[in-house]
């Protein structure tokens, strides 16, 4: 196994299920949430697919009122109350993140559920962005049951702990 395989996520969907899927860590393999939509090749805003492709890991966030600052290499952030995430088509600051309140549709990342406690902001769709390409296609923490996601991949937090002690910066996330 080369460096490059141990830092790259490979995700799976699960046959005959496809808004459920496996991750793939070198040797570390967990059960994993995708969009409801399962992978598409051809991602728009609100179609429920997680996108298929390779992209960079940007930054970690998390709540600092609910959990410990997470172990890992890759660039932390803590996450405030204000924080959010547009998702307004045809605003200028589309995919990209804003100060909340906001005039344009925005997804707040304090949320009341445990799904952004921990938050991997992914590259999809950040440079260059296209317009209702998709936005706020993160790695997160997977509900109960694992239900299906809008889009993001998501795992339960005792994995997404593991996982992120494993990463350094250029670490790779995979979906075919």
Known sequence: MTRHDRQTLHVLPRPGNPAQGLLRLGSLRVRCALGRSGVTHWKREGDGGTP???YALVEVRYRPDKIARPRTLLPLRRTRRQDGWCDGKGDRNYNRPVPLPYPASAETMWRDDDVYDVVVVLDWNLRP?????????F??????????TEGCVAVNRADMLK???????GAAFKVR
């Open 52 to 54: 298929a492709g390779r």
């Open 129 to 137: 962005r296209r317009q209702n390409g998709g936005s706020a296609i």
């Open 139 to 148: 790695f997160h923490l997977a509900r109960p049951g694992y239900r299906p």
């Open 163 to 169: 996982i992120l002690r494993r990463l350094r910066p």
